[in-house]
């Protein structure tokens, strides 16, 4: 069973067309839930962190907030350029390092 | 600037070969984390270093071996072992070994047997 999940797996918008992708966790002892962002065939590079239910964070279009089971990445008004895959991954107590779930690539279309 | 750089960006390797990708980073950090990254597949850890002159097996290190003999160095060897190489690998560093630390990527390098 994979402790981390994100949904959808891809998801198409059209320029404009706010969205939200999902990212569910299993896992006891959340230490911190991480987001970044990804462009084809380049390093993924980082968006956010949140520790704790309840907490928000925002950059230009992009808000994540997190729930004790899950976490949202809010997209307001999309641009072409918000095209990438983006990966939620967590760490939790008793392991030293993120597991991280299989991306939602996102296309916007002008 | 401050960053992770990985070399070479696409490699090439024929059966039987053993071949080293080069991870450095001059953020200072603790923390050094070798990932592999296939097509649908989230990102699987492979080697990842807390210190100097230490380090621990992710989840897939069968096939792979590291050094970590300077704080802003992190070699990756993908031994002949390794039955099925071709992929885009990914090397990190952190501030901390701590899981609650932000890791942070470099660019990534190709690797596929020819």
């Known amino acids: 069973e994979d402790q981390v999940t994100q949904s959808p797996e891809a998801l198409r918008l059209q320029e404009g067309e706010s969205s939200s992708l999902n990212c569910s966790y299993t896992?006891?002892?959340?230490?911190?839930l991480f987001w970044y962002r990804q462009d084809p065939g380049k390093g993924p590079e980082f968006l956010f962190t949140?520790?704790?239910a309840g907490e928000e964070k925002e950059k230009e279009r992009l808000k994540a907030t997190l729930t004790k089971k899950e976490s949202f990445l809010h997209i307001t008004a999309p641009k072409p350029e918000d095209s990438a895959t983006y990966l939620c991954?967590?760490?939790?107590?008793?392991?030293?390092?993120?597991?991280f779930g299989k991306g939602t690539m996102l296309l916007v279309s002008p | 600037d401050g960053g992770i750089t990985q070399s070479p960006k696409y490699l090439f390797r024929k059966e039987g070969q053993n071949v080293t990708l080069s991870c450095e980073q001059n953020?200072?950090?603790?923390?050094m984390y070798w990932y592999r990254q296939d097509p649908g597949q989230g990102l699987r850890l492979i080697y990842y270093?807390?210190?100097?002159?230490?380090?621990q097996k992710g989840d897939i290190a069968e096939g792979y071996s590291v050094s970590r003999e300077k704080k802003e160095s992190f070699p990756l060897t993908v031994t002949s072992a390794q039955k099925n190489p071709t992929a885009f690998y990914l090397c990190?560093?952190?501030?901390?070994?701590?899981?609650?630390?932000?890791?942070?990527f470099g660019e990534g390098s190709w690797l596929t047997v020819v």
């Open positions: 990190a560093s952190s501030a901390q070994g701590d899981s609650g630390n932000t890791i942070y």
């Open positions: 896992v006891s002892g959340l230490r911190g």
């Open positions: 949140l520790y704790s």
């Open positions: 991954a967590v760490s939790y107590s008793g392991y030293s390092t993120l597991t």
């Open positions: 953020l200072n950090h603790d923390a």
């Open positions: 270093s807390q210190i100097v002159n230490d380090f």
